[in-house]
């Protein structure tokens, strides 16, 4: 069964540092997202992403955020200077429509 | 107001028994509901697409009531393998394409 593949599994950043996720949707997916999970929180969209551009954001994805699909399989997400509040788990997910949504393992970022 | 509300629990219960979690929504526009079980430190999984006439999945069963913007789930027969965090999700039309999540309701079946 095909499934949505992330990496790194962890990540581990001093505050100030930019960190790249990477996803590699399942392939015959259109949309794509970022989520967060703070520990003990509940799951909170960040971005979607569709023929190649931003679809919608949250009011999270603030300047420091960005998306890209820098290629025909990997979807990334950049953070450009982490904070401390940034340490969370980061889910890619994605769909052949806007539902319903696969999500990978996650991303485990711990900021420094 | 939250979006999306869920009992915390936690739900402790023996293997074998029926188990049922309800979810409030606060969006009337809310057009499509899902459960997901989320494992500990675990992505979110689908479970099931809830659908306004009700459906069942095997030992799952996910009701809707638009009017009164409830969703439940109910387990019957409860497993072992059952115990993770059930997470009612809701899609909103004027959101486009972001789910909302619940924090989630607890499982725990015991032996």
């Known amino acids: 069964e095909p499934e949505v593949t992330q990496t790194p599994s962890h990540q581990v950043t001093q505050m100030g540092q930019e960190v790249i996720l990477r996803c590699v949707p399942i392939s015959n997916h259109l949309y794509f997202y970022w989520y967060r999970q703070i520990l003990g929180q509940k799951v909170e969209f960040l971005v979607s992403f569709y023929n190649n551009e931003i679809s919608e954001k949250s009011e999270i994805f603030d300047d420091q955020f960005s998306v890209e699909r820098p290629d025909g399989s990997n979807f990334t997400l950049k953070i450009r200077s982490t904070k401390l509040e940034d340490s969370a788990m980061y889910f890619c997910?994605?769909?052949?429509?806007?539902?319903?949504?696969?999500f990978g393992p996650g991303t485990r970022l711990t900021v420094l | 107001r939250k979006e999306v509300e869920q009992d915390p629990g936690p739900f402790n219960v023996p293997e074998g028994a029926t188990v049922a979690f309800n979810c409030t929504y606060s969006n009337s526009a809310s057009q499509s509901f899902f459960w997901y079980r989320q494992d500990c430190r675990k992505e979110p999984k689908l479970l099931m697409s809830v659908y306004s006439s009700g459906n069942e999945d095997g030992r799952f069963t996910a009701q809707l009531n638009r009017a009164s913007q409830y969703i439940s789930l109910l387990i019957r027969d409860s497993k072992l393998s059952d115990s993770a965090t059930y997470l009612c999700v809701v899609l909103n039309s004027n959101s486009g394409y972001a789910l909302n999540f619940g924090k989630g309701t607890s499982l725990l079946v015991t032996p």
């Open positions: 997910a994605s769909s052949e429509l806007s539902t319903p949504q696969y």
